[in-house]
């Protein structure tokens, strides 16, 4: 009689809870890839099923709440969880589904990637979705991964520059989470990145990699934060570690369809 293999007991366990990418290169389909690059194995809560690729979404379903919270208890009932990570949530009816999960749920870190929009565009959360996940998930935070448009929607802070990113970092602690990073990736020069949680400040630089293979970068940062935090670093440690892997993803990425391509998570198990 063949039995199934069993994941090694040392392999800790994370959670996303986020909305499925058609095209693969983001959302749950990014954070699973993550999370097994990793070492960790990977569970999921769908928020919401979008149609997209890698020339952008043509559309996005959400789910309903209720079967949203419904899928994270049966995995929390069965499963040890050593890991959360938030992505598209679609509206404010399932940011306060997941938040409500999340406070019944067991106590472990918890990365908030407060996805509004998607590579090119288009939006993947209603305006009142916003304002909830500021107003009420931001304070479960233990990170907030906004880049440079998100951190502005969240603190009504204009960020352009090295001083906008400081203050928008300091008025999301002031919302309630624990640490925040807020992103560069989207201005001129290097990658860099501002790490802030009220007693330290460090700016987390890369070399800007030119290349179209984007798709997923946020999703993929946030994904591997989540991922070290679960396999016991702290997290400016983690924040650290998950920068340096998704440069060398993106280094190494490769060109699928016509548009904005993704990282590679498996850069590192590549056939030589």
């Known amino acids: 009689m063949l039995h199934a293999a069993r994941a090694p007991d040392a392999w800790p366990i994370a959670m996303t809870i986020a909305g499925s990418d058609s095209g693969g290169g983001a959302g749950i389909q990014a954070d699973l890839k993550t999370f097994a690059a990793l070492g960790v194995y990977g569970t999921s809560v769908v928020t ?12 996005f379903a959400a789910l309903a709440p209720q079967f949203v919270a419904l899928q994270f208890s049966t995995v929390c009932t069965d499963i040890s969880i050593a890991a959360v990570k938030t992505g598209m949530l679609a509206n404010a009816a399932i940011v306060q589904a997941v938040v409500a999960s999340l406070q019944a749920g067991p106590a472990v870190p918890i990365v908030v990637d407060p996805v509004t929009h998607a590579k090119r565009g288009d939006a993947l959360i209603e305006p009142e979705g916003v304002c909830a996940v500021r107003d ?27 001083d906008d990113m400081r203050r928008a970092g300091e008025r999301l602690l002031e919302l ?7 992103k560069g990736g989207h201005r001129a020069g290097d990658a860099c990145d501002l790490f802030v949680d009220g007693s330290r400040s460090e700016w987390l630089c890369a070399e800007r990699i030119d290349n179209r293979c984007t798709h997923g970068t946020g999703c993929t940062f946030s994904a591997a934060i989540t991922a070290y935090l679960a396999r016991g670093y702290e997290l400016l440690t983690a924040a650290r570690l998950a920068k340096s892997y998704l440069t060398k993803a993106l280094r ?6 016509a548009g904005s391509s993704p990282v590679n998570h498996f850069y590192a198990h590549a056939a030589k």
């Open 48 to 59: 919401a099923v979008t149609a997209q690729n890698t020339l952008g979404v043509q559309g």
């Open 136 to 162: 009420v998930l931001l304070p479960l935070a233990t990170v907030v991964t906004p880049n440079l448009a998100e951190a502005s929607a969240l603190t009504g802070i204009a960020v352009v520059n090295d």
């Open 252 to 257: 190494a990425g490769y060109v699928i369809g």
């Open 176 to 182: 309630g989470c624990h640490a925040a990073i807020v």
